[in-house]
């Protein structure tokens, strides 16, 4: 399988490439951009990156190219090629983690659980997780629950988390779902509720869904995006 995927891979980057290759030494940066926000791509997909600014880094020195695309143009293409790849079995893995999500959220009502991340964009791909926001005071409470109602926890850790210029952590818990899913449940506390965090791939506010919002989504239209429109 995953032999499979790296052939998959490669021959999706010699085909970019080569469309690639027809462009004149006068070619815009917005061509060596996508370039290089495709490699990026690439890597996060093949999992060997993990972070944005990394795949970005590594792709431009294997390209010989020193601009650098916006984490956005990077999302557009890991979106392209999980759309390339996986096709009609991508929207079912969606629906499927989405109604996953909400299972879990209902079990986290209490804590006002919010969906976010890939799953709630609308982006998710073969290698994503569930990821949800709740909001407690004391964590144990939250890892209480799940192990309650039969939730496989993986391991748990704090993680900091900047706020405003401020240092700060949140708690964060991993799930593995029978269906193989992973979940990962940051706790904040419960004064952070109000607060608003922008996106740092698509520069929009993180709004997320709440439990009543994602049972719209799931009756309304499950394949529902929420990425929002490129300024013109």
């Given at each position: 399988m995953k032999q499979h995927l790296n052939l998959l891979l490669r021959h999706l980057a010699k085909q970019f490439s080569a469309n690639c290759g027809k462009m004149t030494p006068n070619s815009s940066s917005r061509l060596l951009r996508k370039r290089v926000a495709r490699e990026a791509a690439l890597l996060l997909y093949s999992s060997q990156e993990k972070e944005y600014k990394q795949a970005k880094e590594r792709a431009a020195e294997t390209l010989g190219i020193r601009v650098l695309p916006t984490n956005r143009e990077v999302a557009e293409e890991l979106d392209a090629i999980a759309e390339e790849l996986e096709g009609r079995n991508r929207?079912?893995?969606?629906?499927?983690?989405?109604?996953?999500?909400?299972?879990?959220?209902?079990?986290?009502?209490?804590?006002?659980?919010?969906?976010?991340?890939?799953?709630?964009?609308?982006?998710?791909?073969?290698?994503?997780?569930?990821?949800?926001?709740?909001?407690?005071?004391?964590?144990?409470?939250?890892?209480?629950?799940?192990?309650?109602?039969?939730?496989?926890?993986?391991?748990?850790?704090?993680?900091?988390?900047?706020?405003?210029?401020?240092?700060?952590?949140?708690?964060?818990?991993?799930?593995?779902?029978?269906?193989?899913?992973?979940?990962?449940?940051?706790?904040?506390?419960?004064?952070?509720?109000?607060?608003r965090y922008r996106c740092e791939i698509y520069g929009d506010t993180i709004k997320g869904l709440d439990i009543e919002g994602l049972r719209k989504v799931l009756a309304e239209n499950p394949l529902q995006t929420f990425v929002p429109k490129r300024r013109s």
């Open positions: 929207q079912n893995r969606l629906i499927r983690m989405r109604k996953e999500a909400l299972d879990i959220m209902c079990v986290l009502k209490s804590f006002h659980p919010k969906l976010v991340g890939s799953v709630w964009r609308g982006t998710a791909h073969r290698n994503s997780d569930i990821d949800i926001a709740v909001f407690s005071e004391d964590p144990n409470l939250v890892v209480n629950v799940l192990n309650s109602k039969g939730f496989r926890i993986e391991k748990t850790e704090f993680a900091p988390t900047p706020e405003r210029g401020k240092a700060g952590a949140s708690f964060h818990v991993f799930v593995r779902l029978p269906s193989g899913d992973e979940v990962e449940v940051v706790i904040r506390d419960p004064e952070q509720r109000s607060l």
